[in-house]
C-alpha cells in the first residue's frame, strides 16, 4: 500500500497529461476504426484479389508510413502531432466514400486510412515515454489503457445504434476531441528540450536485449491474430464478437493491474504472466474445442492476457530499452508486429473452417510456452535501482512506524505508570477520620 501511494505521488500527471490524453484518444480511435473499415470493405463483397488489394494497401502502409515518420518526424516531433489527429479524422471520413464500383479509389482510401494510422503513432507513443519517468511509466500506462477498455466498451454499444455515415461521423469528432485537447494541453505545458542520438535499424535489430522481447512478441501477435478466425468459426460470428467487445472490461481492470505491478515488480514477471497465461488458455482450448463452456475462461484469461500485454509490450518496454536516445525507432519495430499481423486474420480467414482445431490450439499452446524461454534471458527494462530505492523506502517506512508504534506504547506505558504513583503518592497524604479529629484538637487546646 506504502509503494502504491509512493508511485502515484511520484507520478507527475500534469506532465504527462498531453501525451496520455493523445495517447488514450488514439488508441481508442485506432481500436474502433479498424474493425468499421473491415465491416465496410467486407460489406463490398469485392472478388478475392481485390478484397486482398484493399486490405494489403491499408497494412502495407501502416508499416511504410511508421517507417518513414520514425525516420524523418522526430525532428519536429510535436509539431507534427499537432496535426496528426486531424488528418485521422479526415481518413475516417472518406471511409463513406467506399463503393466498390471502382477498385483505385477504394484503395486510395485504404491508403489515406493506413498512412493516417502509421505514421503518427511511433512519435505518439516516444512522446508518451519522454513524458513520463521510467519508475513511474507502467503507473501511467496501465491507467490510459484502463481508459482506453472502459471507453472501446461504451462505444462500440453506442455505435450498435447508429448508422454507417453517423459511425464515421462520430469517430472524426472523437479524433478532433483529442487533437484539439492535445493542442491545448501541449501549449500550456513546459517543454525541455532533450538533445538524443537516434540509433539505426540496423543497430537495434543486433541488440540482444531487444531481440529478446521481439521475437516472444511477434510470435505472439502471429499466433494472436493468425487463431483469430479459427476462434471465430469455434463460438460463431455474433458471440465471437460479443466476447472482443466484453473483453475490453477486464483489459481495463487489468491493464492497470500490469502497470503497477510493472513499476513496483518489474516488466518481466508481467510479461512472462501474460505469455503463460495465454499458453494456458490455449490448452484448454485443444482439449475442449468442441465445448461452449470454454467461451468463459477463454473470456477471461484472454481479457487478462491483453490487460498485461497491452501495457507492458505496447507503451512501456520500447521506451524503457529506449533509454536516453530517441525512441520513435523502438516503439515502430515494436509496434509493427502488432500491427501488421491482424492481416494473417484476412488471409486465414477464407479457410478457416477446414483447420482441426484439438491441433492448432495444441500447436499454439506449445509455440506459446517456447515465446517464454528467450523471455528468461531477457534483461528487466525497469533499472535495479528503481526497484531497491522502492523496496528500501518502503522498509524505512514500515521501520518508522513500528517504531512509532513502539515509542508511543513505551510513552502510554510511562504515563499510565506515572498516573498510578501519583495516584499512590495523593492516598498515602490524605488524613484518616481519627487524624484529622486529632490534629483539630491540638489546634484547639495548644
Known amino acids: 500500500m506504502n509503494s502504491l501511494r509512493s508511485l502515484r505521488n511520484k507520478t507527475d500527471l500534469r506532465k504527462a497529461a498531453p501525451a ?9 480511435w485506432y481500436i474502433l476504426s479498424y474493425p468499421v473499415f473491415a465491416d465496410v470493405v467486407n460489406g463490398l463483397h469485392l472478388p478475392g484479389i481485390e478484397n486482398l488489394e484493399v486490405y494489403g494497401t491499408y497494412f502495407a502502409f501502416v508499416g511504410v508510413t511508421a517507417i518513414i515518420g520514425s525516420k524523418y518526424l522526430s525532428r ?29 479509389i477504394d484503395v486510395l482510401i485504404a491508403f489515406s486510412l493506413g498512412t493516417s494510422v502509421g505514421i503518427g503513432f511511433p512519435s505518439c507513443l516516444s512522446y508518451f ?35 454507417t455515415w453517423e459511425i464515421f461521423i462520430a469517430l472524426a469528432i472523437w479524433r478532433l476531441l483529442g487533437g484539439i485537447g492535445f493542442l491545448g494541453l501541449d501549449r500550456k505545458s513546459k517543454k525541455q528540450q532533450l538533445v ?19 521475437f516472444p512478441w511477434t510470435m505472439f501477435s502471429i499466433i494472436n491474430f493468425a487463431e483469430a478466425p479459427i476462434l471465430e468459426n469455434v463460438f460463431g460470428a455474433g458471440t465471437f464478437a460479443f466476447i472482443q467487445l466484453v473483453e475490453f472490461a477486464i483489459i481495463g481492470l487489468f491493464a492497470v493491474v500490469g502497470g503497477i505491478i510493472g513499476d513496483l515488480y518489474g516488466r518481466k514477471r508481467v510479461v512472462i504472466s501474460g505469455f503463460i497465461m ?20 477463454y473470456l477471461f484469461l484472454d481479457g487478462i492476457t491483453w490487460g498485461l500485454l497491452y501495457t507492458i509490450f505496447l507503451t512501456i518496454i520500447w521506451g524503457d530499452l529506449g533509454g536516453n536516445q530517441v525512441k520513435e525507432k523502438y516503439y515502430t519495430l515494436g509496434g509493427l508486429p502488432f500491427l501488421l499481423s491482424i492481416f494473417l486474420s484476412v488471409i486465414i480467414e477464407p479457410y478457416a473452417k477446414s483447420i482441426p482445431t484439438g491441433l492448432d490450439f495444441s500447436l499454439a499452446s506449445f509455440f506459446l510456452f517456447m515465446a517464454v524461454i528467450p523471455l528468461m534471458y531477457a534483461t528487466e527494462t525497469l533499472p535495479e535501482k ?47 477520620p481519627e487524624d484529622e479529629e486529632a490534629r483539630k484538637l491540638a489546634e484547639k487546646y495548644y
Open 129 to 163: 515515454a519522454e513524458s513520463t519517468s521510467v519508475e513511474t511509466r507502467g503507473f501511467s500506462s496501465g491507467l490510459t489503457w484502463s481508459g482506453v477498455g472502459a471507453t472501446v466498451l461504451l462505444f462500440a454499444f453506442l455505435l450498435n445504434i447508429l448508422g
Open 278 to 297: 495465454l499458453g494456458i488458455e490455449f490448452a484448454i482450448l485443444s482439449l475442449f474445442s468442441n465445448s461452449r463452456l470454454m467461451l468463459y475462461p
Open 386 to 432: 528503481a526497484i531497491v530505492d522502492r523496496n528500501l523506502k518502503s522498509y524505512i517506512e514500515k521501520a518508522q512506524k513500528f517504531v512509532q508504534k513502539e515509542t508511543g506504547k513505551n510513552e502510554k506505558q510511562d504515563m499510565e505508570k506515572t498516573k498510578k504513583e501519583n495516584e499512590e503518592l495523593k492516598e498515602e497524604s490524605q488524613e484518616s
Open 76 to 104: 519536429v516531433r510535436t509539431r507534427f502531432l499537432y496535426l496528426w489527429p486531424f488528418l485521422g479524422a479526415i481518413a475516417t471520413l472518406l471511409l463513406g466514400a467506399f463503393s466498390g464500383q471502382s477498385v483505385f
Open 20 to 28: 496520455t490524453l493523445l495517447m488514450f484518444n488514439s488508441f481508442v
Open 196 to 214: 538524443q542520438t537516434t540509433p539505426s535499424y540496423f543497430e537495434l535489430i543486433r541488440k540482444r536485449e531487444i531481440l529478446l522481447y521481439l
